[in-house]
């Protein structure tokens, strides 16, 4: 048997903001909230398709708390347009918050490396003729 990704958590310092631009770029709604643990400040969002948890597709868990470190990071999200080309796409998601990210790439790549509202990276790939 093998395991399946079923959430990312991104800490945020916003998730109220990082919720509506995710759910407006994955086309992804609110599935719940929680309250941090007794003695834990901070509350988290979990966004998700509109079928709700279990699918194909990961969850994601917007969790507040200290702002996150700045750097790296090893986990980012890749997205692909589902109904529109590449170009078309990137102008959606800079409309709606995103700005172009540099992280040393050459210019060269079929993808557009971004930054959500709060500098998070994130690659935009060309749309998937065969999605997994």
Not at 49 to 75: C, D, V
Not at 102 to 130: H, M, S, Y
Request: charged content about 30%; aromatic content about 6%.
């Amino acid at each position: 048997m093998a395991c399946r990704i079923s959430e990312l958590v991104l800490d945020c310092g916003d998730p109220e903001m990082l919720a509506r631009f995710w759910c407006e770029v994955l086309d992804f709604v609110e599935l719940g909230r929680e309250q941090g643990q007794e003695g834990q400040e901070g509350y988290a969002i979990e966004i998700g398709p509109r079928e709700g948890f279990g699918g194909p597709q990961p969850t994601i868990i917007l969790r507040s708390g200290n702002e996150p470190e700045q750097g790296k990071p090893r986990l980012h999200i890749d997205v692909n347009p589902t109904d529109r080309d590449q170009d078309a796409e990137l102008e959606r998601l800079l409309k709606l918050g995103a700005r172009p990210a540099d992280i040393g790439q050459t210019g060269e790549e079929q993808w557009n490396v971004l930054a959500d509202p709060e500098g998070n990276a994130f690659c935009l790939l060309k749309a998937r003729l065969n999605p997994l």
